[in-house]
């Protein structure tokens, strides 16, 4: 694996799970309580041995690399491992902005040409999953691959999202279509059982989709980026120009939780999944290839006789007799008294406030950071650092879809309301 270089794409303006990417980059989304998106693949990366990592972004970056900064330095035991973010930028040979995965990778292939690497892994910064890319590398070097493709088996439903992946019965691709509808989708469908699924999983789930993680051998991604300058993306125009082109492609089906964090909806079920009793489809509870984040220090939650089913509490919090159900509450969350969350993600805070500035903030007319007694919380997502008053009411009342109130610090996406980041919503507001 020190042949090995990983590339991390931080996605596009992420205007799908937005307002959680109103001030931050998509990898830098909260997830689970206490840690981010971004460590994810960058865990994955460490329990399989490949310790250098840049990390591709062009939005809302601040908060990303200051997390990245404080949560990762690889180089302590006077290795070679790192974890680096490449910003866009401007240069007078490239003027423009990154116009998407493959022209990203171009834009800085200068730099990623200077390591001494055989092999570069292709992730995505937006994805939950638990992978070990060393397995994924030797495949690849096992089947003379130019270019390998990490493949999910997927029902007909689902795969409608996807690029799909026409393989033989070694796996070889054969032919790679990108969302396909109709008779198209179903001439992509191939007997997963070859891939190690049961005879009724493989007739359940015969497509292959592609998760967006490649392996690429050196000289081809090279070759490919810069023979074909105007292809801007991996999926939609590389891939289809290595086929079209002779290179020898190859499947890598990963049979296991695998969930793209892409839109609001599937962000806030990923992390309600999380609360799952007794086995909850992703666990951060594996000592054997752990999810590494940013070491705070915080000290224990305290819980003031409050009733919790269900939920994860991140450290630092404390709850006042209040009842909690289903939920998500991030590091230094504060609820108070006669209060109930339930189905609900509550990011936390940045930072503590005392008793005595709670105490001013309240004499002034305002809102101390958490949630205020007597407040109703249902089906919400609370970003980080918001100040939610006395007997609030959010429940999305009216069972609206869509709804877009920034001058009232929340959005609307799936029927889930966000209270945006730094948000205040009065007392006894009704949402």
């Known amino acids: ?24 980059a998509k990898p830098a989304v909260p997830l689970a309580g206490k840690y981010r998106l971004i460590d994810i693949p960058i865990s994955n990366c460490i329990n399989s041995g ?16 200051r997390h990245l900064t404080q949560s990762y330095n690889l180089s302590a035991g006077f290795g070679q491992g790192f974890v680096e973010v490449l910003a866009a930028q401007q240069t007078p040979e490239s003027p ?20 001494d690497v055989d092999q570069y892994l292709i992730l995505s910064g937006d994805q939950l999953y638990r992978m070990d890319y060393s397995l994924f590398v030797k495949h690849h070097i096992e089947t003379g691959a130019d270019l390998s493709v990490a493949a999910l088996p997927v029902d007909e439903a689902q795969a409608q999202a996807f690029g799909l992946m026409r393989t033989d019965v070694e796996g070889s691709i054969l032919e790679f279509s990108e969302k396909p509808k109709g008779e198209a989708l179903h001439a992509m ?9 049961s005879g009724e999983d493989a007739a359940k789930r015969p497509y292959l989709a592609s998760m967006g993680i490649y392996v690429f051998s050196r000289e081809t991604l090279f070759d490919l980026i810069n023979s074909n300058p105007g292809h801007k993306d991996f999926g939609k125009e590389i891939i289809p120009e290595a086929l079209k082109r002779g290179d020898k ?7 296991d939780y695998w969930e793209d964090i892409g839109t609001i909806g599937a962000f806030y079920e990923a992390n309600l999944a999380l609360t799952q009793q007794p086995d909850p489809p992703f666990s951060f509870y594996n000592e054997e290839f752990p999810i590494y984040t940013r070491p705070r220090y915080l000290p224990p939650s305290k819980l003031l006789d409050t009733q919790v089913t ?18 998500v509450l991030g590091v230094r969350s504060r609820v108070e008294s006669e209060c109930v969350l339930q189905d609900s ?3 936390g805070a940045d930072f503590f406030e005392s008793a005595e500035e709670r105490a001013a903030l309240r004499a002034r007319g305002g809102i101390p950071v958490g949630v205020g007694s007597g407040t ?42 966000v209270i945006v980041k730094n948000g205040s919503v009065a007392d006894g507001t009704v949402i």
């Open 345 to 347: 993600l509550m990011m």
């Open 310 to 327: 269900e939920s994860i509490i991140g450290e630092g919090s404390m709850l006042k007799a209040c009842s909690v159900h289903r939920c």
């Open 96 to 115: 423009s902005w990154f116009g998407g995965t493959a022209d990203a990778v171009r834009k800085y292939q200068w730099l990623f040409q200077e390591w």
């Open 50 to 65: 490949i310790n250098k990592m840049y990390v591709l972004t062009q939005f809302n970056s601040a908060s990303l690399n």
């Open 189 to 197: 469908a191939v007997d997963t059982s070859r891939f190690g699924l």
């Open 1 to 24: 694996m020190k042949r090995v270089l990983s590339i991390i794409l931080g996605g596009g303006a992420g205007t799908r799970l937005y307002p959680l990417t109103k001030m931050r």
């Open 376 to 417: 109703t919380v249902k089906g919400a997502i609370l970003d980080k650092n918001v100040r939610i008053g006395n007997n609030v009411t959010i429940v999305n009342k009216d069972r609206i879809e869509e709804a877009d109130r920034p001058e009232l610090g929340f959005y609307i996406r799936n029927g889930i309301v």
């Open 249 to 255: 492609l190859q499947s890598y089906v990963f049979n």
